[in-house]
Nanobody, 115 residues
Framework: QVQLVESGGGLVQAGGSLRLSCAASGSIFHINAMGWYRQAPGKQRELVAAVASGGNSDYADSVKGRFTVSRDNAKNTVYLQMNSLKPEDTAVYYC?????????WGQGTQVTVSS
């Protein structure tokens, strides 16, 4: 079992920055992919950013150049640095971890960007 605990959400003005963290705990040997999805009201959950254990990352087009995903394998933690935030980035952000052929989710953290 893997438990994911997120932190770092909140309210920020447009143009501001936030950093999300997600720590995985449990009997973990090696987590493959980790990353972040988000879900805005009335919309489907969408992939924001993903990072493999080796460091390769991928981003949604809407956040490229503004968001940076990273991970600390020793701490089993994934981060999402969000800069130049826009009101359309407002959503609940969920971290995920793919481990031993199972997908685990965090509880979600609210990010609200005011105009």
């Amino acid at each position: 079992q893997v438990q994911l605990v997120e932190s770092g959400g909140g309210l920020v003005q447009a143009g501001g920055s936030l950093r999300l963290s997600c720590a995985a705990s449990g009997s973990i040997f090696h987590i493959n992919a980790m990353g972040w999805y988000r879900q805005a009201p009335g919309k489907q959950r969408e992939l924001v950013a993903a990072v493999a254990s080796g460091g390769n990352s991928d981003y949604a087009d809407s956040v490229k150049g503004r968001f940076t995903v990273s991970r600390d394998n020793a701490k089993n933690t994934v981060y999402l640095q969000m800069n130049s935030l826009k009101p359309e980035d407002t959503a609940v952000y969920y971290c995920y971890a793919f481990y031993e052929d199972r997908l685990y989710w965090g509880q979600g953290t609210q990010v609200t960007v005011s105009s």
